[in-house]
């Protein structure tokens, strides 16, 4: 899409959260695409994905949490941003339960605030606030959710992105509905994968963990069934979200699943195996009676609202998705190179 390219082409774009795995990621594609790109995250890990691709000599980069009103209000006033995608988040289910507390603040009070203090600017800005398929009270059925469905959830994190979406709509309808100058949506992304993700509790950084380590990886939901894709096909729906609110006022206000195709809906034991023929290495053993915390075992997306206003719909097969993510480990554990620029920039040239 040229005019996806040229929208983004010196736009100040602020990503928030833009140190984690996504968030890395879409400020990667936002770099190549010719913004300027400004970060806003809590702190930078080591060895982090963001890190080791040196991205902070590449945007503008500050420290900062969202949960501190008066310090984000003066940043984004500071920052004057074109658009804004909020990524910044406590994401993780079973840290949820751990730290409810921060997992409620961040996720609810801090998307409050951002989106206050985006209000306060004298200026024109489109924001897409990023939450999760899992924002959906999940009743275990095997059609996809639609962005009209009962929102809720029983975990932590779950319920708290619920309740983000809930802060989005409120802010939209109380004060943002009649404004000439911020345009918001909100977007609901489906399970991803991709190089780079060494997050706890996630199917395919602990696999490829324990092959560094030369251990058996313990398989607690072998029959648990997600719809896998790439990282960077719900990465391009949000782009894409946000230069349609820049042409389309009717898509203000609104949500958008992002979600893979159902050919794409797997078992984790299928995606094991499948990644082990690039791995090869690997090993793992499933565990017997893991019941210490709730767990859905599938969860589904409906992404026709996507197709029908944004074109926008998934690109990449499962085999695809899988060959890229086993190859972006491949050749950081064997050949210690990072290739995420070149699968971006091979990327942009396909499908963007």
């Not at 004060?175 to 609901?188: D, E, G, P, Q």
Request: proline share 2%; with cysteine.
């Amino acid at each position: 899409m040229k005019n996806l390219k040229k929208f983004y082409k010196n736009k100040k774009v602020l990503i928030t959260g833009h140190t984690g795995f996504k968030g890395s990621w879409l400020t990667a594609l936002t770099y190549l695409l010719g913004a300027k790109v400004y970060g806003l995250s809590l702190n930078v890990k080591k060895n982090s994905h963001y890190s080791s691709l040196n991205l902070n000599k590449k945007i503008k980069n500050k420290n900062l949490d969202i949960r501190n009103f008066k310090k984000l209000k003066q940043h984004i006033k500071l920052v004057k941003p074109n658009v804004v995608f909020h990524l910044a988040a406590q994401s993780l289910v079973k840290t949820s339960y751990k730290k409810p507390i921060e997992t409620w603040t961040t996720n609810v009070i801090g998307t409050l605030n951002l989106i206050e203090s985006i209000r306060m600017l004298d200026s024109k800005c489109i924001i897409v606030i990023i939450t999760s398929d899992k924002c959906y009270l999940n009743k275990e059925k095997n059609s996809g959710y639609k962005e009209n469905d009962t929102l809720g959830g029983i975990d932590p994190y779950s319920a708290s992105k619920a309740s983000a979406e809930g802060v989005f709509f409120s802010e939209y309808n109380s004060f943002l509905k009649f404004s000439k100058k911020i345009k918001i949506a909100s977007a609901r992304a489906g399970n991803v994968v991709g190089g780079g993700d060494w997050s706890e509790d996630r199917i395919i950084p602990d696999f490829m963990k324990s092959i560094i380590k030369k251990e058996f990886l313990s398989v607690r939901s072998p029959k648990a069934i997600r719809p896998w894709q790439h990282v960077l096909e719900p990465l391009t729906g949000y782009l894409k979200l946000a230069y349609a609110l820049s042409k389309n006022t009717k898509l203000n206000g609104r949500s958008f699943n992002f979600g893979p195709s159902t050919l794409a809906k797997k078992t984790v034991k299928e995606v094991l195996t499948f990644l082990n023929k690039k791995m090869i290495l690997g090993k793992w053993k499933f565990t017997k009676n893991y019941k210490k915390n709730t767990e859905t075992k599938i969860l589904m997306l409906n992404s026709k609202a996507a197709l029908k206003n944004l074109k926008w719909k998934t690109q990449i097969n499962f085999k695809e998705t899988m060959d890229i993510t086993a190859d972006w480990y491949y050749q950081f554990i064997y050949k210690k190179k990072i290739i995420t620029f070149d699968q971006i920039k091979k990327f942009i040239k396909t499908n963007i």
